[in-house]
Structure formats: structure tokens, C-alpha cells
């Protein structure tokens, strides 16, 4: 039998295509493996957001060729569809396969190697059993200043809605709980089918689906996020109460020169809009330093977005230039890179202090949860607002459902205890 294993980097549409490639060669007879072995196949899934996701995918694609000479290395992802012939000069490189052939890698791979027997199970194992992800969307049509992904992405494609149930049908068939919905711009769903739709009208028909399963989404994108969205998500007993926004910036000088047409006044708004309609939501945001012109004054309008509104983390990001987008072509002074450090430093600082604020609120409350991973010391719990809960090991699969207690919210790590089913939820 065919052996293979993946390795991801990047945005949660990469993890949705690594799932499904996991869940199809595996029916064809591959077996999936954590680590990659002598001979056997990896599909390296890349990104280009940053220059470090760059080096970092070459690094890995070095080292698996190192540590595996005799493995079959392909390489697929927005990295190798920006730079095909310096990704396929790299040793060890068997095969490169730009995005646009992703859709069509499982099965040419298998076509080409050989399939293995036939088996019944469709179910990806481990490492794609805990949760399931499916894509939904590809592509933007935006034109931030800072951002190469729409040149190596394209245009928005969405997935029509028939295959969407269908799929999240047969995966609560299948007995997964979680459903993580991927798109490059998710807020864009729809809006190019034959017959226009939108991300509302499909949590809507979702939020139908029969089945004991929660919905998770990706990055939101805080300029198409109407009253009616808002409403329902925090209406919506299947859609976890977890938001992650593109905020990228509190200046608003910066976010018009980033291409944003948003202002920060906007972005408070919208937050407290999100918490009002779900007071216990677990808000995050992704925010950029060191963007070409940045002052202090700007960075500091940053660090009162994220400490004055209600959310909860934050993701940050120093500035990279992506050769090809406007920002790399800005006159604006660079900012030296002891500062934007220094920035980044302090604006998770922050972040840090606001997220622990937050998970301290939920001790002694009893939530939901997900059996994600075994861990030193115990297993790994996801509530569906996105708390990571250590607790003592349960002999519960990976997958499986469970109540949990919070019993310790310390500045690293987050600690409870599992109830028994008859526990009421407070």
C-alpha cells in the first residue's frame, strides 16, 4: 500500500484541500501517514502571505528531502504557483501543481503511482479526523495594497450550495461534530454563481441540515458584514460563537493606504455590534506593523483598537514585502525593523493580557467541547468558542463530544475537568 503524508502552511482553505486529499486517496487505497517515510509521497501544501512563509516552506521541502531521499515531493499551494521553476530547482522536488490543478491532485497522483486496493471507509484518519474543513470559496476580489494572494488565487469562485450540503451532509453522517467552512474571502460567497447567493443564505439552508454538528468560520472580512449576517450569527445555536476579522490596522490614514475603504470607527462599531448580539463570542483580528509609512501615532491607534474594543486575541503580523503589490512600490519611508519588532511585541503584549481576561470569565462554567489531541499531561478539549481546555486523560476518542468544566485560566494554558452527561450547562 501507497504511503503518504502532508504538510500545510498557511490559511484554513489550504487545511480544507489537505483534507480532502487525505479523505480520497485514502479511499483509493493510500495510507496516511503523520510522518513521511522512505519512499513514500508528500504533498507540501504551501504559502506565500510573508517572506517567512516562504523560507519556511523551503526549508521544510529541504529537509524531508534530506532526512527521505527516496520520497516523492510535490508541491502544490500559492508559493509554488508564484515561483513554479525556483520551487521545482529545489532537490528532492518531484512534482510542482499549480493551484488551478489542486481540485484534480488527488487523482492525477493516484493515476500516475498507482492506486492501492479499494477500501470502503471514506473517513480521513488522524490527522484530519478531529475536525472536518470544507472549502467553499477561492479566490478575492479585493485589491488590499499589501496582499499577493489575489494574483496567485484569481478571482472569486464560489462552490455552488448544492455540493456544500451534500459534503457537510455526509460528514455529520459520518460523525464529525465540527465543520470549519474555508474561503480565501468568505464574506464573498456567492456573489459570482448564475444564480447569485450569499454566505447568509447559506448558513441559512446549513443551519437546516439535520445532525448534531457545529459550524466554525473562517476570517471575516469586516467590510461585508450587513445587520442581517450579524443577527443571525449570533442567533444561530449551530454556528460557534468564535469571529475572526481582517482589521489589519487602527489608523485610519493606514487602512486608506492599505486599500481598506474601512475606518476604525467602523471596526469599533462592528465589534461591539458582534458582542452585543453574543456577549460571550471569542473575538480576534488580525493586524499588520510596520506597514510602509507607519508613525507612532498610527501604531498607536492600532494598540487602542485592540485594547479598547471587546476583543479577545489577535493575530500579528509585521509588515513583509510581497514583490507585484502596491505597498512594494510605496515611496513611504520603511520602518526599521527594530521598531516594527518592537511593535509586534507589544501589541501581543496586549492581546495576551485580553485573552486571559477572557478565558478567566468562563472558570467554573461547564461548555461543550471537542476531544482535539492527546497531549503531555492529559487531552486536549475545543469549546465551540474556541478555548483550548487541558483536562485528565478520558479514554474519549479524538472527535468525540464532551462537557467540560473550566477549572484554571493561567496565562499559558487553560485547565477543566470533563462532566458527566447530565451536567447542566450553565
Not at 7 to 12: A, D, V
Not at 349 to 358: C, E, F, P, S, T
Amino acid at each position: 500500500m501507497t504511503s503518504f503524508s502532508i504538510r500545510n502552511f498557511g490559511c484554513r482553505v489550504n487545511q480544507a484541500e489537505a483534507f480532502d486529499w487525505a479523505a480520497e486517496l485514502q479511499h483509493l487505497g493510500w495510507r496516511l501517514e503523520d510522518n513521511p517515510s522512505p519512499g513514500g509521497l508528500v504533498v507540501v501544501n504551501t504559502c506565500t502571505l510573508t517572506s517567512r512563509a516562504d523560507r519556511d516552506a523551503r526549508k521544510l521541502i529541504r529537509k524531508i528531502s534530506r532526512e527521505n531521499p527516496g520520497a516523492r515531493i510535490v508541491v502544490t499551494g500559492c508559493l509554488a504557483e508564484r515561483e513554479p521553476g525556483k520551487v521545482k530547482s529545489i532537490e528532492g522536488v518531484w512534482r510542482v501543481f499549480p493551484n488551478a490543478a489542486k481540485s484534480e491532485l488527488a487523482a492525477r497522483l493516484a493515476a500516475e503511482i498507482g492506486p492501492g486496493p479499494v477500501i470502503e471507509e471514506t473517513e480521513p484518519s488522524t490527522p484530519f479526523r478531529r475536525r472536518a474543513l470544507v472549502k467553499i470559496q477561492d479566490g478575492c476580489n479585493m485589491t488590499c495594497s499589501f496582499c499577493i494572494i489575489p494574483s496567485v488565487r484569481g478571482r472569486s469562485v464560489s462552490r455552488p450550495p448544492n455540493e456544500i450540503l451534500a459534503r457537510i451532509g455526509d460528514l455529520a453522517a459520518a460523525g464529525f461534530k465540527e465543520i470549519v467552512l474555508a474561503g480565501i474571502h468568505l464574506c464573498s460567497y456567492g456573489r459570482d454563481l448564475q444564480l447569485p447567493s450569499s454566505l447568509l443564505e447559506l448558513l441559512r439552508a446549513i443551519d437546516g441540515l439535520p445532525g448534531e454538528f457545529r459550524v466554525r468560520l473562517s476570517s471575516l472580512d469586516p467590510r461585508l458584514l450587513p445587520d442581517p449576517l450579524l443577527d443571525f450569527l449570533g442567533a444561530s445555536r449551530r454556528i460557534s460563537p468564535q469571529f475572526h476579522l481582517s482589521f489589519q490596522h487602527g489608523s485610519d490614514r493606514i487602512l486608506a493606504a492599505m486599500g481598506r475603504s474601512s475606518t476604525a470607527a467602523e471596526y469599533r462599531a462592528l465589534a461591539a455590534a458582534l458582542v452585543e448580539r453574543s456577549p460571550d463570542a471569542n473575538l480576534g483580528a488580525d493586524f499588520i506593523v510596520g506597514f510602509p509609512g507607519e508613525t507612532d501615532d498610527d501604531f498607536r491607534a492600532t494598540a487602542a483598537l485592540l485594547e479598547e474594543t471587546p476583543l479577545r486575541y489577535a493575530h500579528v503580523f509585521s509588515y513583509s514585502v510581497r514583490p507585484g503589490t502596491k505597498a512594494a512600490e510605496m515611496k513611504a519611508r520603511p520602518v526599521e525593523a527594530a521598531i516594527v519588532t518592537d511593535r509586534a511585541v507589544r501589541l501581543r503584549g496586549i492581546a495576551r493580557v485580553k485573552n486571559l481576561a477572557y478565558r478567566r470569565r468562563f472558570v467554573g462554567r461547564v461548555l461543550d467541547g471537542i476531544v482535539i489531541q492527546r497531549k503531555s499531561g492529559g487531552v486536549e478539549v475545543l469549546t465551540p468558542n474556541y478555548l483550548e481546555v487541558l483536562v485528565p486523560e478520558t479514554g474519549a476518542g479524538e472527535g468525540t463530544s464532551v462537557r467540560v468544566r473550566i477549572v484554571r485560566a493561567g496565562d499559558r494554558s487553560t485547565t477543566g475537568e470533563i462532566c458527566d452527561n447530565t451536567t447542566q450547562r450553565t
